[in-house]
């Protein structure tokens, strides 16, 4: 965990100079049953080029669910891929795409090379969590739960860390980069509702919070005894 550090709903690894982000869900808002657009592809170029500007990394992984709709993808919604890819190339990083269980379109709908899972410099590999992964590695960066957290009735995207969690490996579960995907609160959540083979234990992960208020990193214990504090 030295090399690691979080951010807006992105982690970046120093050791590979990565930065990754997950259930980035573009055409979200176009499913929504709203009159007016929510502002979704401005919010995800904005949040990326701000994380870019700040990390400076040499590859950034899209760790699956690029896209939101299974069954097509729209010509907003490719566009808006699109203007992120060209977010990362404008600053001379290299963009990775992973490929996750909505993306189904994807590699019809991009010029990018779609991977199945992404092994970076380090060892660490990047998939979206929905499978066993195909590339094995040290560590795992998953997306695909969309964690949430509760405290004190606010509800706050969190990042979830396990040690030694899958097949002896590492495991860190990203939240949703869009805001507008829902999430799924892990303050009840157990083993049997968790919808990933990385996490066969998921009450021996610990939550991870980053404000964005102070800027600090809040880390807090397993779930496991989490759950007896509240």
Known sequence: ??????????????????????DVHVGRD???????????????????????????????????????????????????????????????????????????????????DVHDAYALADGTVVCHGHEEPSVEGHRYVIGHLHPTISIEGNTYPCFLWGREAYDGADVLVLPAFNRLAPGVDVNGVGTADVSTPLAPEIDAFRPIVYDPDSQETLRFPPLSEFHRLL
């Open 30 to 112: 176009e499913s929504s049953s709203v009159q007016f657009p929510l502002g979704e592809r401005d919010d995800l170029v904005d949040r990326l080029d701000a994380l870019l500007a700040h990390y400076d990394p040499d590859t950034v992984v899209f760790a699956g669910d690029l896209f939101h709709r299974f069954d097509r993808v729209s010509d907003l919604s490719r566009r808006g891929l699109c203007e992120l890819v060209t977010a990362c190339r404008r600053r001379d990083t290299r963009p990775v795409l992973v490929g996750g269980n909505h993306d189904t379109r994807l590699a019809a709908a991009t010029d990018n």
């Open 1 to 22: 965990m030295r090399d690691l550090t979080v951010r807006d709903r992105a982690a970046f690894l120093s050791a590979p100079d990565a930065l990754v982000v997950a």
